[in-house]
Structures are given as structure tokens and as C-alpha cells.
């Protein structure tokens, strides 16, 4: 007869307790809250495309606690810059800087 040998209880490992379901009333709410965020995410960019606009084409905002401004942004990437330098050197590079056009970013910016 074989005998058997049990591991220490403190090896032991409970079994994780069930969890809750799903229910289709969750799934239910979470996909009209998607729905809901999407029409506002919408709301959003149609009034901030309307505050940009007008203050794009020179409207005033009232005076009171919050102000808007159109803040721009300019950038130049020349990613290729250290090769330029090595190969043609510094003053090559700067000319060609110097006529690369920048991006611009415009952001809008509400502040209190």
C-alpha cells in the first residue's frame, strides 16, 4: 500500500474566489456612455472651431473672467542636421536652416 504525503498547509494555495459576472446591463451602459462621450468629444471640436474661427478673423472676446487667445507655435525639424554639418560643415548647414520654413501649430487656450 503506497502511503501519501501531504504538503505543509502553509503551502497550500486557496482557490480565488468567483467573480461577479458581467452583466448585459454593464456592457449595456458602458457602450451608451461611448456613445454619449462621442457626442460631446463632437460638441467640443464644432465650439472650439467656432471660437477659433472668429478669433482667427479678428473678434473680440468680452471682457469678464475667462479669456481666449490663439497661441502659435513655430517649429523646424531638420532631422538630418549632424550629417549635413559632417559632410558640407556648420555654414552649410545654417543657410540651410536659415531657408527651411517652420511648422506652425495653433493651439486654442481658455484660461480663468
Known amino acids: 500500500m503506497a502511503t501519501q504525503v501531504l504538503p505543509p498547509k502553509s ?27 462621442e457626442k460631446v468629444a463632437l ?34 525639424n531638420v532631422s538630418w542636421k549632424s550629417v549635413v554639418v559632417r559632410v558640407k560643415g556648420q555654414q552649410y548647414a545654417d543657410r540651410v536652416l536659415a531657408a527651411t520654413k517652420p511648422d506652425v501649430y495653433t493651439t486654442l487656450v481658455i484660461s480663468a
Not at 482557490?15 to 456592457?27: M, S, V
Open 11 to 37: 503551502v497550500l494555495v486557496p482557490f480565488p474566489a468567483k467573480q461577479p459576472a458581467i452583466t448585459q446591463t454593464e456592457l449595456e451602459l458602458l457602450l451608451a456612455l461611448r456613445a454619449q462621450a
Open 43 to 76: 460638441q467640443v471640436a464644432e465650439a472650439e472651431q467656432s471660437v477659433r474661427a472668429r478669433l482667427e478673423a479678428g473678434s473680440v472676446v468680452v471682457a469678464g473672467f475667462f479669456k481666449a487667445l490663439l497661441k502659435v507655435i513655430e517649429r523646424r
